[in-house]
């Protein structure tokens, strides 16, 4: 480690550990504001996925594994749930609604 490396973002050093995937999630939470992630369990199709929600309910969902997300939600610094316990926030079936609209809208004018 460099000098002055300390005294860079923890961010960009932590992430480099994290692959391809761990570069995308840090730039998604830099680019949105009060990101919080949750931790989906593994299913049959699946495995371990995390959702990084934002406060406005725009939210990505990437594969990370088991210890990856955890992982991941402590290289970014933030708040990390577990979605079986907390469900997901209103925030993001909202934003869900709203996008909904906006599509169903513009096929409409398509349409026309």
């Known amino acids: 480690m460099g000098l ?37 369990p ?3 199709v699946t495995d371990v996925t995390v959702v990084l929600i934002a ?11 088991e210890r990856g997300a955890r992982k991941l939600a402590g290289a970014l610094h933030i708040p990390v749930y577990d979605v079986r316990k907390t469900g997901y926030p209103q925030r ?6 709203r996008r909904r609209i906006i599509e169903r809208r513009e096929r409409e004018q398509q349409a026309e």
């Open 4 to 40: 002055f490396n300390r005294f860079r973002g923890g961010r960009q050093q932590a992430t480099h550990r994290l692959g391809p995937e761990g570069d995308y999630l840090a730039n998604w939470v830099a680019t949105h504001r009060g990101v919080e992630a949750f931790v989906e």
């Open 42 to 44: 593994k299913t049959t």
């Open 92 to 97: 993001m079936r909202d934003f869900d609604a």
């Open 55 to 65: 406060a406005d309910g725009e939210w990505t969902r990437r594969i990370v594994g």
